[in-house]
């Protein structure tokens, strides 16, 4: 059996969690001996049974989505050699959707976000929301089954799609390869922190991510106003999905620069693997301060190089961080229309700064998390299970589909 794997994100174009997932399971895949092609935008690594897929030069100057539908055509066009299509997220959802009409096979989605739950990407795609909204319906509402990161995610699905037969939606939880993902406390490790400015012997607080409304970066910022003026910011957060954000975001860094002693240090850029577990290893916390979070593979990483985590009570994140074991989880009232908004705001950002302060106050305990955070994250997520229960649902799928009427 042939499985076609349909992702906007794959080496080296990676900018998100999405495209983590994507690389990690077609690793473990092939490595228990399932065929896997991969069919993704732009220019992907140069390995067997991978092809990349450009922009259409006729659609240089179109909308963001209508680019996306252009990549999408393309790649149904290839599929026909495949017994079921994979597809992740809505970028690559349409090209799944379209080729399993053509070829008359399974169409399989993982959900790793949900559109009706970001609507501030109206404010990066205008008019190319609503089609991006409409591909999700559309693909979710026709495929043969959807992989679910998270409970959470599960139950997102079927609110905002209550079509949907809650049967077609099961549950796999992303994972982590703690091999490549380990804690390094040497002295290169403490260089590579040195290098962007911070002290590895001194408390710190590390966030990665995009900025985007989603990452809740705003709020962590407002909260840290309220650390212990020793304690570092160490800020992995680049890719904004509007100027107006990341100006947002820039004027709260320069304001907690003007303000406090010990450095806030932001790093735009993508780091290599080896220097993002470099700044996790010398970190006494990590924060993940999202408002719509399907599960957070950041955490995870974050967990394996044992750091303790200061996360949002939302969505998979209480899926993957043990309250008062592996971390601490910040609870949040929010708005019920998509947004992920806190009810409060002020409130949320006040419990956050208490969480994170109560962190940072007890460097043993953080320690202590972080080590079972670690553990945890080498029980429960690693890739090598995923992959066979992945295996499983294709096969399952392929054999349901092939007795349809």
């Known amino acids: 059996m042939r499985v076609d794997v349909l992702t906007k994100e794959y080496p080296p174009n990676i900018y998100g969690g999405a495209g983590v997932h994507v690389a990690e399971l077609v690793r473990a895949l092939r490595g228990i001996g399932q065929e896997v092609a991969v069919r993704a935008f732009?220019?992907?690594q140069d390995e067997p049974d991978t092809y990349g897929y450009p922009d259409l030069p006729e659609l240089a100057d179109a909308n963001g989505a209508l680019k996306t539908l252009g990549v999408d055509l393309t790649i149904a066009q290839d599929c026909g050699e495949a017994d079921?299509?994979?597809?992740?997220?809505?970028?690559?959802?349409?090209?799944g959707h379209l080729a399993s009409m053509l070829y008359g096979?399974?169409?399989?989605?993982?959900?790793?976000?949900?559109?009706?739950?970001?609507?501030w990407k109206a404010e990066q795609l205008g008019g190319g929301y609503q089609v991006s909204s409409y591909v999700e319906r559309?693909?979710?509402?026709?495929a043969a089954a959807i992989i679910a990161v998270s409970d959470g995610m599960r139950k997102d699905v079927l609110r905002?799609?209550?079509?949907?037969?809650?049967?077609?939606?099961?549950?796999?939880?992303?994972?982590?390869?703690?091999?490549?993902?380990?804690?390094?406390?040497?002295?290169?490790?403490?260089?590579i922190a040195r290098k962007y400015g911070a002290d590895p012997d001194k408390p710190s607080v590390v966030?990665?991510?995009?900025?985007?409304?989603?990452?809740?970066?705003?709020?962590l910022l407002r909260a840290c106003r309220e650390l212990p003026d020793e304690v570092q910011l160490i800020l992995c957060a680049g890719a904004p999905d509007t100027p107006e954000i990341l100006q947002e975001v820039k004027g709260l860094v320069d304001e907690l620069r003007d303000n406090r002693t010990a450095p806030v240090i932001w790093i735009d850029e993508m780091l290599p693997r080896k220097e993002v577990i470099a700044l996790l290893s010398a970190a006494t916390v990590f924060v993940c301060p999202s408002v719509y979070e399907p599960l957070g593979i950041v955490n995870l990483e974050a967990m394996a190089c044992e750091a303790a985590v200061v996360g949002t009570a939302t969505g998979g994140i209480p899926e993957v961080v043990a309250d008062g074991e592996t971390g601490w989880l910040v609870p949040i009232e929010q708005v019920s229309d998509g947004t992920g908004t806190p009810v409060d705001p002020d409130k949320f950002v006040a419990d956050l700064a208490a969480t994170l302060n109560e962190?940072?106050?007890d460097p043993e305990e953080a320690e202590r998390r972080g080590r079972a955070g670690r553990e945890r994250a080498v029980e429960k997520f690693g890739w090598d299970a995923i992959a066979e229960k992945t295996k499983a649902a294709y096969e399952e799928i392929v054999a349901q589909y092939s007795k349809r009427d």
């Open 160 to 191: 905002c799609y209550p079509d949907i037969d809650p049967d077609k939606v099961r549950v796999i939880h992303n994972g982590i390869d703690s091999e490549l993902w380990q804690r390094d406390s040497s002295d290169e490790g403490k260089e």
């Open 359 to 361: 962190a940072v106050s």
């Open 207 to 219: 966030f990665v991510g995009r900025i985007t409304r989603q990452k809740g970066m705003p709020y």
């Open 84 to 95: 079921l299509v994979h597809s992740h997220t809505w970028y690559a959802n349409m090209a």
């Open 105 to 119: 096979i399974p169409h399989v989605i993982s959900a790793h976000s949900l559109e009706p739950l970001r609507p």
């Open 138 to 142: 559309t693909a979710y509402e026709h």
């Open 42 to 44: 732009g220019k992907p």
